[in-house]
């Protein structure tokens, strides 16, 4: 990760942070201050054991250098923003000690060397700060008025983000109790040495990305989102010639897009909806590739577009129940079951190519399509458990075909060269299947859902939600079981050919023949013959 950065990753403390004249920028683009009460209320609970545990860890903040001490805040902004505002309600009780002439030269020297250090000096001219901290164009306005006043302006019609600034400032305003100025100077001192960061400084928004994907994938969530969407609004807004209604439409917009999917589903939406207009790239190379063909205001206004058009496609892919689907033109009853086997087994090869055919092909050549798509997904990815990656090739492939228009319907793509590669043979699946093995105690769901499935292709109406799964030789068995199955018994426990559904779970641990007799009583069609073929020669 190291090669991505300008320096090694460094622990400071927030006065670290700003020392040496440092001065740091949100890109206007990027999110609005979103902390609410919970948030400020964890910050302050933790603020307050400082004194105990002599220092708090604030997580990583990722920056790219502008010029000397000049840095965009990439990762990090909630908290420097907050830590500002925990600073800028001190200066305001310091500011009311002035008023009220307690120990005023004293708070005064104290007033003015905080604002130094953490949040600016005054312009001699028009008296307003010029901030050590820059935020985007919803916020900077609002927030360097409470920098200039130590107080939230009194405005009507507050903006939602602005109405939180000015309730974050309030809040820990409110928290203060302090009776002397020298307190809040140590209060200050305490908080700012205390506080510690990982900063991280980048390249540029291309090894920004990188560092995102690196830590995301180590279960850090960092905001991929914010990375496009401030090179995207900057490539669109290059030639300053778009308006400030079209740039709050763009910036609804892209809500609606994170609205839909939230951040965890954004980055995989991202690689599926390029895959199917483009060749396939590495996940870690997705952004340099946007970076590469997006670059003139007219082709990122276009894919902003098209990320708007396919993001309600993308949620409802993924969700199966997904009220958005009833509004189609397709039959939901039958998408529900191939969507949800894809959910159910976290199969999302598919999506890219589902995508597109959504929006080529007509509805019933979609649900075909989704048809196909789940049999080989059966076949391939859950009974034979081959490897992906052909696969996503093979998609990338069949959708590209897709979105050039050389294929219209269901067929082409089941007839397709890349689609038959892909497909396992019956005798493949057939010696896959039987020995296929899967834990049903923590797979109970997914194994229901198969052999609700198989039931259903006879001819039935089967929900895999109003069965239970029953193990034949059971997961805890007594010795009578080893007499029946043999000492080998235990491989069987997990393959299919030992696990049937019935209506309700009233066997138990009953011994094999009392539970034979009761599974050829109830069992369901077409596992019968299942069940003769792998028990019937069993002694009872």
């Known amino acids: 990760m190291k090669n991505f950065m300008l320096m090694e990753p460094t622990n400071q403390t927030f006065a670290e942070l700003l020392s040496n004249g440092s001065t740091f920028s949100v890109p206007k ?81 104290r007033l003015q060397e905080i604002s130094n250090r953490f949040i600016g000096s005054k312009d001699l001219v028009s008296l307003r700060v010029r901030s050590k901290l820059t935020l ?49 100077a140590q209060f200050v001192t305490l908080l700012t040495s205390r506080m510690i960061f990982t900063k991280i400084v980048v390249h540029d928004s291309l090894n920004a990305y990188k560092i995102f994907e690196t830590l995301n994938a180590r279960g850090l969530r960092l905001s991929i989102p914010d990375l496009l969407k401030n090179y995207l609004f900057s490539v669109v807004t290059s030639k300053d010639d778009i308006s400030d209604e079209r740039l709050s439409e763009l910036d609804e917009s892209w809500a609606t897009i994170l609205a839909q999917l939230g951040e965890y589903n954004f980055t995989d939406f991202i690689r599926f909806h390029f895959n199917f207009q483009h060749n396939m790239v590495p996940k870690q190379e997705i952004f340099k590739a946007i970076r590469t063909l997006y670059n003139t205001p007219q082709i990122a206004y276009a894919y902003l577009y098209s990320l708007n058009q396919y993001a309600s496609i993308y949620a409802s892919l993924l969700n199966p129940y997904d009220e958005w689907w009833k509004s189609q033109s397709v039959e939901n009853n039958k998408i529900k079951k191939y969507l949800e086997g894809f959910k159910l087994f976290a199969i999302k090869q598919p999506l890219s190519l589902l995508m597109i055919a959504f929006d080529h092909f007509s509805p019933d050549e979609f649900v075909k399509t989704l048809k196909y798509l789940y049999n080989l997904s059966v076949r391939y990815n859950i009974i034979c458990r081959f490897s992906p990656n052909l696969q996503e090739k093979a998609y990338n492939t069949i959708a590209l075909k897709i979105h050039n228009g050389d294929y219209k319907r269901g067929g082409h793509v089941k007839n397709s060269r890349e689609f038959k590669q892909l497909y396992p043979d019956d005798n493949t699946f057939r010696n896959a299947f039987e020995f296929y093995k899967l834990p049903g105690r923590q797979f109970s769901r997914q194994i229901r859902f198969l052999l609700s499935d198989i039931e259903n292709s006879f001819g039935r109406e089967l929900n895999y939600l109003d069965t239970t799964l029953e193990h034949v030789f059971p997961c805890h068995p007594n010795q009578s079981w080893y007499e029946a199955f043999g000492e080998g018994a235990n491989d069987i426990i997990d393959r299919f050919g030992n696990m049937v559904l019935l209506e309700k779970d009233t066997l138990g641990r009953s011994d094999f023949k009392t539970k034979k007799m009761h599974i050829q009583k109830h069992l369901l069609f077409w596992q019968k013959k299942w069940l003769n073929m792998t028990l019937g020669t069993y002694p009872i």
């Open 136 to 184: 985007n164009r919803n916020n900077n306005r609002f927030y360097r008025d409470i920098c200039s006043h130590l107080s939230p302006p009194n405005q009507r019609g507050l903006i939602t983000t602005n109405h939180l600034l000015k309730q974050a400032f309030e809040f820990f305003y409110s928290k203060h109790t302090a009776s002397s100025g020298a307190e809040l």
């Open 29 to 109: 683009f990027q999110r609005d201050y979103a902390w609410d009460l919970m948030q400020w209320e964890d910050l302050w609970e933790d603020i307050e054991t400082l004194a105990e545990e002599h220092y708090h860890y604030m997580g990583y903040i990722v920056l790219q250098e502008k010029g000397q001490y000049e840095f965009e805040i990439i990762d990090g902004q909630q908290r420097m923003v907050t830590m500002s505002l925990i600073i800028l309600a001190v200066m305001r009780h310091l500011r009311n000690f002035i008023n009220d002439n307690k120990d005023t030269r004293d708070n005064e020297e």
